[in-house]
């Protein structure tokens, strides 16, 4: 009898030893094959490549918006959106999510994430290239970003006071549980160029595709930020540093990469003046070249035998409409980095820094190849004013709705140029007065709320 | 007197009766209240036959031993062994109302008696569910039971709500809805649509903690377990056949309200007139017009005269598409479905073998075929040792039909007056960009460019092949007589393969060629990146599911006592891989295909911006392991006064970090008391009376959320890298979401049960809900919001069941079902946005919407203040009536609370008349309590999407109008702020409740009378089903779950059951 019961017991046992057992691998599988936590450095470099988060329709687009190349007729004004209709009148205090803020520091959380996964991988002599790659692209994309969002949120630096002015939040970890604070503009510049300069050491020349960063990226990228701080020594060395490793300017009478003057977009895509490929972004539809009209006197101001006037620009009777993207894409605007604009900074720099012979040779270069063949009359030797002036026409003219004349009009007016930009809506007219302090946008509300920021 | 109704059977045996002499039996049934029902007589060898007037009946008995069996409606079957010697004289037979206490039910993991579950299950039989006919079990357990809901015209974008059931009301927030779905014991995972609803013996609804936390971490939401028939011991061979015809009407298209052609045509002209359209056809030739600004678009060019012009638009006014939906697309749907089954047993062994096919037409042409074979096996090995095995295997296919209602867009606007036929009967083609423009691109040569909605669907194949088996194998030891031991596994795989083939005269395809089509303007030679030929896209995707158990079942009785227990563990896991692939240039016959270039940008002939070939491939693989513990016990004293408990542990690869993260404890306690077995128990008019009450938890897993930090990997196709992209932030401390429910029983039954039934008090609470919370999105741009464990709701409510039945001298014989609902909830913690939670129940009510002390389905409207003289809505600011609507619709204050958008009172009641050979039934529904919006008017969106909304030939137009109408005057430039202020505004609300006439059914139960023939019984069933409006609380007679207009329509099903 006990013994009968003992052997049932046994199997009774038997299960309860399964029962307590939890053979813990089997809840270790990992649910979706496409999941992965980053560990590797092809996780890393994956994550940079990721083209929509780091460079399609990411670059900030409302201080585009804001600018004075372009205006709405009343109709267009009316059927924009109140976001659109706010950043056009220099109004824009309520700009919540998605917005241009949220963009760049997607960009900027990869970067930090990348830094700091590529930490506790060692550089070995096998992964040497990769890892190189991967330490100078999200170094140099932190510093684009930042670039990008100084430049829109920032005040214009002053080195005297870029102390006490603010600047914008620099997140250098990607751990979300840090309180975001705001630096002072100073800080932010200095980030900005460590990382842009951290970033040449391990960057190559040229990347493998525009979308990846390169040394040459990085020299344009950096020329770009020292002519908005005012050094200009600096915007020509690496301006020069730059070039040297790729100075192609498309010939417009007929470079490979143009389509043709009427196509409706012009340029093909990735043509060679690119360094560096990125695209403002489109989430607010702040800039609908479809509604935009193109200023009456900056369209004027080219001459008829300046290819680029057929090449940028569509008649929309009885106005202009802009067409001559660097995107191949008639709605998305370029933001990111090309030769053109390497040479006519250059430019700019000799002239501030007086080498006015160099500032003539970088302006002629750019425009030779922007005129009819044969049309164009290289500039001679003019006083430093009027060729300063000349370049800074040209600048504009070139590198219309790029992202850059928020920041030109800025700095220009930091040096006294009393730009005053003036809307005309149903007949009101609307002044943004120079160095309003709306030219350091206002911080995204629900940022600021959630935050305590502030402005 | 006996309780219950008693059959007197009494058998004159006349006794001459040698050795296997054919002999007649003779018997008489009596009633005990003189009632005269029908009563069969059968036998398994010797035929059957049926009771004569008196209740007299006789057979001539050839062979046997035999068993004989005595069936009559609303009275459970007797069995007697025929044998001279022995033959009882009488034999008591409970009717079928009391069957109650027989019933087993089943939680999935084991089966008992309806009595002695102390949580609570409801429980729907055969009979049940065929009161409602369809192809979908889930739909013919509505009204069936207390406590199941299903939710009409509610959006959830969490991917496991597909069912629209809730059972018991929600407890989760953003988490899943669906209830857990059991199919003969172990999770179902595979299209519910499969299952043929006739192969189903019964239906258990897991409502309370007690009943369903052996489910453990998907039970939060409830169980449904489906249970297939099967075969029983020692029964002879028995054939069932069954035929049904579903016929449901076209659908009533012309009560969908929308703005007249005429106006519509008028309203166009109106906007052209204005300059609308200016901006789109001066700045970009390319863009999509509507034929009618098409038409002035010409006559303002001088290609057409005003007489021209106006004789084109009469064509339009004069059109509605409603009609041409309705001619060219819609028919009336037809299901019809076969069975075959067969069934029967002996000492050692029964099974049951089934086949169906159903075919389907659906209400626009589409076609499917379906094919099940059920057969299920039971063999005792040896005395202690059974096996149990099931197989279910379905192949069905589906072809896509012709374009739904408002599918079609002509000019991206889904306009009111399109005619799909010209005059002379031919299809008509749309011309959607501008022509001019169109003949100057690639020399003229492009493919032809025209929509021809009436056409189109006929290049267009949708083909979807599905299988699925689904396969269960139990290996029962009986260790001891207390003492089982059950080894099981489970095995399903579904495999669905669609190909999706857009052919080249489709628009889709031949839009695709012409906007990738490049042109060499001076050698005039095109080339095609989209190569010419059909569109192919196909998608193969595989899901595998399998469980292993393990299982010990204890039932011992020992003095007074009784113990029931399981103890068990299990693992399963469910696979899903996908493939799908775009093939261009494809041709079935010869097969060919020809690859294109994914990579390349091609400059888009239309617009000129560069695009890249459409790619719709991708692999896709998800493989989701669970294990659990879990463990049941029941124990019960002098049969008053038990008490249960249950535990599981589960653990899955979908959460947390570490091991301990993963494994949740869930637990449930129950107890019940049989007051009327106390000795001091004395009311004799309610001798049942039964007190139940349990506690417990469950859970909710959302197997969407993940708490690694995850990259999703893809491919870049302009620069061919591979990239990742972080979907959501880490978060190492999600959690499952829990859901507890306290529940409290009274079960009851009066004298005679005549009337019986129960009442359920229960509340529910979901904690650790899955919900946003505010974040710094500098930290991390992605989103605004992080989803964490930080959500609270409750939810309660009170059930009512009530059984009745009486009969009648006459032989007319009432059996009465009600079920009375009424169920609230709340959201306890949800972070509220800015104090903006107002907004966010302002969307209709269609969505779960949290906002703390309100319902999770609530609406509120801007607060209403009639229209101005000029027509224009009016608002309040500050107490003051406002046509600021910019101020009106950004302030909270002008906000008012309305109610809850989800029935608070529901239930119906069912009414089963029988009389002779004819059963009558039907089922009348409620809901009650709740609030919904009609489609308001929207002139902006009338403007730019086509249709939008209703009510404008009602609209405000002459001063003095204001007083007959709430529908806002025409303004132009539109004003969204103030269309959007009236969509949402009190005008617009309606009382929801309503009252349904659900389904009536009508039975004729044929049993010949002659024992030579060879069916044993026939039944014929008619039936109407789908809503019929009896009752609104709203005045403007909108039916307020299809608000729309477009509602199912009537649904006739007629039916042949034979038996033999």
């Known amino acids: 009898m006990k013994n009968r019961y003992l052997k049932q017991y046994k199997s009774l046992f038997l299960l309860f030893v399964l029962f307590a057992c939890s053979c813990s691998n089997y809840l270790e599988v990992k649910p979706d094959s496409k999941l992965a936590v980053p560990k590797t450095i092809g996780d890393l470099q994956a994550l940079l490549d990721d083209a929509a988060t780091m460079n399609l329709r990411v670059m900030p687009s409302s201080s585009e918006g804001s600018s004075d190349d372009y205006f709405l007729r009343d109709e267009d004004f009316k059927s924009a959106t109140e976001d659109a209709q706010s950043i056009y009148l220099w109004k824009a205090y309520n700009l919540n999510y998605i917005n241009d803020w949220s963009l760049c520091y997607q960009a900027i959380y990869n970067t930090n994430l990348v830094l700091e996964v590529l930490e506790t991988i060692g550089r070995t002599v096998e992964n040497a290239a990769a890892w190189d790659n991967v330490k100078g692209s999200a170094l140099f994309f932190r510093s684009f970003f930042y670039a990008a969002l100084i430049s829109q949120y920032g005040a214009v630096y002053d080195g005297s006071t870029a102390n006490e002015k603010p600047g914008v939040v620099l997140r250098l970890q990607s751990d979300f549980n840090k309180v975001s604070k705001r630096s002072n503009l100073q800080a932010c510049y200095d980030q900005v160029l460590n990382d842009a300069i951290e970033s040449v050491k391990y960057l190559p020349n040229l990347p493998s595709h525009v979308m990846r960063p390169s040394k040459c990226a990085s020299h344009a990228l950096l020329a770009r930020v020292f002519l908005q701080m005012g050094n200009y020594p600096k915007v020509i060395e690496h301006a020069t540093n730059a070039l040297t490793i790729s100075n192609y300017l498309m010939n417009y009478n007929g470079d490979p990469h143009i389509v043709n003057v009427t196509a409706a977009v012009p340029f093909r895509r990735f043509n060679q003046e690119i360094i560096f490929y990125a695209e403002q972004n489109t989430t607010k539809s702040l800039m609908n070249l479809m509604k935009t009209r193109v200023d009456t006197g900056l369209y004027h101001s080219y001459h008829v035998d300046d290819m680029r006037k057929a090449l940028f620009f569509v008649a929309s009777v009885p106005y202009q409409r802009f067409k001559g993207n660097y995107t191949a894409n008639s709605t998305w605007l370029f933001g990111g980095l090309a030769t053109n604009e390497v040479y006519i900074s250059r430019a700019e720099a000799y002239a501030m820094d007086n080498q006015l012979e160099k500032a003539k040779d970088d302006l002629n270069s750019l425009l030779i190849k922007r005129y009819k063949t044969g049309k164009y009359i290289p500039v001679t030797n003019l006083p430093k004013e009027v060729l300063l002036d000349k370049i800074r026409t040209e600048r504009r003219k070139e590198l219309l709705m790029r992202g850059l004349r928020w920041a030109d009009v800025k700095r220009y007016n930091r040096d006294g140029a009393n730009i005053a930009l003036k809307r005309i809506v149903n007949g009101v007219t609307y002044v943004l007065k120079p160095n309003d302090k709306y030219y350091a946008f206002p911080i995204p509300k629900d940022v600021s709320l959630i935050t305590g920021m502030g402005q | ?1060």
Request: glycine share 8%.
């Open chain 2, 1 to 1060: 007197m006996a309780r219950y109704l008693i059959i007197m059977l009494m058998l004159f045996a006349s006794l001459v009766m040698a050795q296997h002499q054919p002999f007649e039996l003779k018997g008489k049934v009596i009633f005990e209240d003189g009632a005269t029902v029908v009563v069969n007589i059968a036998t398994a060898k010797n035929g059957k036959t049926v009771s004569g007037a008196l209740g007299n009946f006789s057979m001539l008995i050839r062979i046997w031993p035999d068993t004989l069996t005595v069936t009559a409606l609303g009275y459970q079957a007797v069995r007697l062994p025929i044998d001279v010697k022995s033959m009882p004289s009488v034999i008591v037979l409970k009717p079928l109302a009391h069957e109650l206490e027989m019933v087993t039910v089943s939680t999935g993991y084991q089966r008992k008696k309806a009595n002695e579950v102390l949580g609570n299950i409801g429980h729907i039989g055969t009979e049940a569910l065929n009161a409602r006919q369809g192809t979908n079990v889930l739909d013919r357990i509505l009204g069936q039971t207390t406590g199941v809901m299903l939710n009409i015209g509610k959006n959830n974008s969490n991917p496991q709500s597909n069912t629209g059931l809730s059972i018991r009301g929600l407890s989760t927030i953003n988490g899943p809805l669906d209830p857990l779905i059991v199919l003969d014991g172990y999770i179902y995972e595979g299209d519910i649509e499969n299952i043929y609803p006739n192969d189903i013996a019964n239906v258990d609804i897991l409502k309370d903690a007690a009943a369903a936390a052996i489910w453990g971490a998907r039970a939060g939401n409830g169980v449904i377990v489906i249970t297939t028939k099967r075969g029983r011991y020692n029964q002879n061979l028995q054939f069932s056949a069954q035929v049904n015809t579903l016929v449901q009407q076209k659908p009533d298209l012309m009560s969908v309200e929308q703005i007249g052609s005429a106006d519509y045509v008028e309203l166009e002209q109106y906007l052209f007139n204005q300059g609308y359209y200016n901006a789109a056809l001066t700045s970009r030739p390319y863009v999509m017009i509507s034929p009618v600004v098409s038409i002035l678009q010409a006559q303002r060019n001088g290609k057409l005269t005003a007489a021209q012009t106006e004789e084109q638009l009469q064509v339009f006014r004069q059109a509605d598409t409603r009609r041409s939906y309705l001619n060219e697309f819609y028919t009336n749907a037809v299901t019809q479905q076969y069975q075959m089954a067969a069934n029967g047993g002996s000492q050692r062994q029964h099974y049951v073998f089934g086949v169906n096919y159903q075919r389907v037409r659906t209400e626009t042409y589409g076609k499917s075929e379906k094919f099940n074979l059920n057969l299920g096996n039971e063999f005792k090995l040896t005395e202690k040792l059974s096996l149990n095995t099931k197989l279910y295997l379905t192949s069905a296919k589906q072809n896509g039909g012709r374009p739904a209602y408002n599918s079609i867009t002509i000019g991206a606007k889904q306009l009111p007056y399109l005619p799909f036929r010209n005059a002379d009967g031919s299809a008509t083609a749309y011309q959607i960009y501008d022509e001019t423009y169109l003949n100057q691109l690639a020399g003229g040569k492009l493919l032809d460019w025209k929509s021809i909605p009436a056409e189109d669907y006929r290049y267009r194949t949708l083909d979807q092949r599905k299988t699925e088996v689904y396969l269960t194998a139990d290996l029962n030891y009986k260790v001891l007589d207390w003492l089982s031991l059950a080894l099981s596994t489970q095995y399903s795989e579904q495999q669905t393969d669609q190909k999706n083939i857009y052919g080249q005269q489709s628009y889709y395809t031949r839009n695709l060629i012409n906007r990738f089509t490049q042109y060499n303007a001076s050698t005039g030679i095109l080339s095609y990146p989209v190569p010419l030929g059909d569109i192919n896209n196909s998608d193969l995707s595989t899901t595998q599911s399998y469980t292993n158990r393990l299982q010990a079942n204890i039932n011992k009785s020992f003095g007074q006592s009784k113990l029931t227990a399981i103890l068990g563990f299990e693992i399963r896991e469910a696979k899903q891989k996908g493939n799908s692939y775009s093939y261009y240039g494809y041709k079935a016959d010869p097969l060919k295909n020809v690859a294109v270039d994914y990579v390349g940008y091609y400059p888009n002939i239309l617009t000129g911006d560069t695009d890249q070939i459409p790619y719709s491939g991708g692999l896709s693989a998800t493989d989701y392991h669970f294990m659990s513990q879990y463990a049941n016990v029941n124990y019960s004293y002098l049969d008053k006064y038990s008490v249960s408990g249950s535990v599981r542990r589960d653990g899955s690869n979908i959460f947390g970090v570490s091991i301990n993260d993963k494994w949740k404890p869930l637990w449930s306690v129950a107890a019940g008391w049989e007051i009327n077995r106390e000795s001091f128990y004395t009311l004799a008019w309610l001798p049942e009376l039964r007190l139940r009450a349990s506690y417990g938890k469950s859970g909710n897993v959302d197997l969407s959320r993940t708490a690694l930090a995850v990259l999703s990997y893809g491919t870049n196709n302009t620069t061919g890298y591979t990239i990742a992209r972080i979907g959501e932030l880490n978060n190492p401390n999600l959690k499952w979401e829990t859901s507890s429910q306290l529940n409290f029983t009274i079960d009851f039954a009066i004298r005679n049960r005549q009337l019986s039934g129960s009442i359920s008090v229960f509340k529910k609470r979901g904690s650790d809900l899955y919900g946003i919370t505010p974040y710094d999105y500098t930290t991390w741009g992605r989103s605004n919001v992080i989803t964490k464990n930080v959500a609270d709701m409750e939810g309660k409510g009170i059930e009512l069941a009530i059984n009745m039945r009486s009969r009648h001298q006459t032989g007319l014989w009432w059996k009465g079902a009600m079920f009375a609902n009424y169920n609230v909830n709340k959201t306890l913690r949800y972070y509220d946005q800015d104090g903006r939670g107002m907004f966010s129940i302002m969307s209709g009510g269609g969505k779960i919407t949290p906002l703390v002390g309100k319902p999770l389905y609530a609406l509120a409207v801007y607060k209403w203040g009639g229209l101005d003289a000029n027509g224009n809505p009016q608002g309040y600011l500050n107490g003051q009536l406002s046509t600021d609507y910019q101020n009106i619709n950004s302030n909270p204050e002008n906000i008012v609370y309305v109610g809850a958008a989800n029935p608070t009172h529901y239930g119906n009641i069912i009414n089963d008349f029988n009389w002779k050979k004819w059963t009558l039934s039907f089922n009348i529904s409620y809901k009650l309590g709740y609030y919904g919006l009609k489609p308001a008017l929207s002139y902006s969106r009338l403007a730019s999407v086509g249709i939008g909304g209703t009510g404008y030939a009602k609209r405000w137009q002459k001063p003095g109008d204001e007083k007959f109408t709430n529908v806002p005057s025409f303004v132009y430039p539109f004003n969204q702020s103030r269309d959007s202020f009236y969509s949402s505004s009190e005008a617009n609300v309606i009382n929801a409740g309503n009252i349904r006439l659900d389904y009536v059914n009508l039975l004729y139960n044929l049993s010949p009378a002659d024992q030579k023939q060879f069916i044993r019984n026939m039944q014929i069933r008619l039936g109407l089903q789908n809503g019929m409006l009896l009752w609104t609380a709203n005045q403007s007679g909108i039916d307020p779950d299809y608000p729309s207009g477009l509602k199912p329509s009537k649904l006739l099903t007629f039916g042949v059951n034979l038996n033999f």
